[in-house]
């Protein structure tokens, strides 16, 4: 079987729509099957009797790869070919995936003690750190290189889009995979099928862009910050995909400065939040390992939901500007902290958790939108760079320090994270400037 020219294409575009949809695949697989390992990790932790802090640090060597690695492999996509790097991003995902379920699985059957299993499971999750952040910018450089300069930036943010419906589909379909024998490892081993028919599907029938006789038209991919809720990539990311690459920006440039610190500020309270809403709905709850990813899951279901409904309804209708995303989107997500912290049912949690992510589905297209519309069209390759870093800098600090904090007492990371926010506004309402519009 292959896909012939005579089949649909997207708009200005010379990639067939059945094409278009395996590099779709290829990120929405990623960013599912993210976002359902930390729905049944807490749980998954609790079963084997590991510490809340050190299953949360399990993730922090995979997050520092991929801050580390995913601009040399957006610079690399020209070099060895978009497709072999899908695939090189699809093929990490698919064997870290399989060996972490086989070390927690291993754990969770007592052949393993509770150090050795996380030990085993960080060195394989580092695995997706180092490869697996390989695909979204493969995939975008596939998109662009086929696409019309005039058509580029709707086709990518479609394209993009596929790792914020990920964050609903992962946690959603995660407790479905939790079957007998392979209990909470289940999702990951299924994910990690998925991944594989992926794969196969890229490899198949997604056309070969590395030989010369196709003639490879110049587009870039941009990186993207490690997958969490609200994760799909806005402004500079984006636009930085449909043009020339600048040097690489200065962090305290000061036309930039400013936003980026609104944003590694967000940042770190929402990561510091995600990373403890699965325990603290456990404990709210006082609900056992086995049976608790379900809750899990309708909680962050809903924080993704609230975060896509921000991002993709109401940014566009209310017309806001960066500063007052940055501003509206802080105080919004505080509240829901307070909410949250006071909650003592699901409904409660979903409640609160949905308005905190609702207000951080502001804050990170306004710190991105801030920062891109600072600097000329030229320099937005740059200024990519940074806001990509300071995404994904956060998921490397920011969930131990709120694990540390949840240790001492529950209610603090949420506690401490409103207060970040409501700092960020009084500090914000001074220090964050209309930004230029050419």
């Known amino acids: 079987m292959q896909f012939g020219p005579t089949r649909p294409r997207i708009a200005a575009s010379a990639l067939t729509t059945p094409h278009f949809l395996l590099l779709f695949a290829a990120m929405l697989v990623a960013a599912a099957g993210n976002t359902a390992l930390q729905s049944v990790m807490p749980a998954i932790g609790r079963d084997i009797g590991m510490s809340d802090f050190w ?37 990490g995902f698919v064997v870290s995936m399989t060996l972490c379920g086989l070390a927690l699985l291993a754990g969770m059957k007592g052949l393993i003690g509770p150090t050795l299993t996380f030990v085993l499971f960080g060195l394989f999750r580092s695995i997706y750190g180092s490869l697996g952040c390989a695909t979204p910018s493969a995939t975008q450089a596939y998109l662009a290189s086929k696409t019309r300069r005039s058509g580029r930036v709707p086709a990518l943010s479609s394209l993009s889009s596929s790792f914020g419906l990920g964050t609903i589909v992962g946690p959603a379909l995660a407790p479905l995979f939790v079957l007998p024998f392979v209990g909470l490892s289940g999702p990951m081993f299924a994910f990690a099928a998925i ?18 006789r196709h003639g490879r038209r110049a587009g ?5 910050s490690y997958p969490s809720l609200a994760s799909s990539p806005t402004g500079a990311s984006v636009v930085a995909a449909t043009n020339p690459r600048a040097a690489p920006m200065n962090w305290c440039d000061r036309r930039i400065r400013n936003w980026i610190i609104a944003g590694v500020a967000a940042g ?18 006082h609900l056992a390992p086995h049976g608790s990813e379900q809750e899990i899951a309708i909680v962050m279901m809903a924080g993704a939901a609230a975060t896509l409904a921000a991002q993709w309804g109401l940014i566009p209708r209310l017309n806001l500007a960066p500063r007052s995303l940055i501003l509206w989107g802080s105080a919004v997500a505080a509240a829901g902290m307070v909410v949250t912290m006071m909650a003592s049912d699901l409904y409660g949690l979903v409640l609160g ?22 600097v000329p069209l030229t320099e937005q390759g740059g200024v990519a760079g940074v806001v990509t870093a300071a995404n994904g800098i956060s998921y490397v600090a920011a969930p131990g320090v709120g694990m ?28 964050l400037a209309a930004p230029r519009q050419d």
Request: aromatic share 12%.
């Open 195 to 212: 991944g594989l028919v992926t794969l196969i599907a890229v490899a198949r029938w997604l056309p070969d862009d590395s030989k010369p």
């Open 404 to 431: 540390a904090l949840y240790g001492i007492d529950p209610h603090w990371p949420f506690a401490v994270s409103a207060a970040l926010l409501l700092a960020l506004v009084l500090w914000g309402r001074h220090r």
């Open 353 to 374: 958790f949905g308005i905190t992510s609702l207000g951080f589905g502001f804050t990170r297209p306004g710190f991105t939108g801030g920062a891109s519309l600072a």
């Open 220 to 224: 870039h991919g941009a990186a993207m």
């Open 55 to 91: 299953v949360t640090m399990s993730y922090t060597w995979s997050a520092i790869l991929w801050v580390s690695l995913a601009p040399y492999w957006a610079r690399k996509s020209d070099v060895h070919g978009r497709k072999r790097l899908t695939m090189m991003g699809v093929g």
């Open 268 to 285: 770190h309270a929402q990561a510091a939040a995600l990373s403890c809403i699965g325990f603290f709905t456990i404990d709210r709850l």
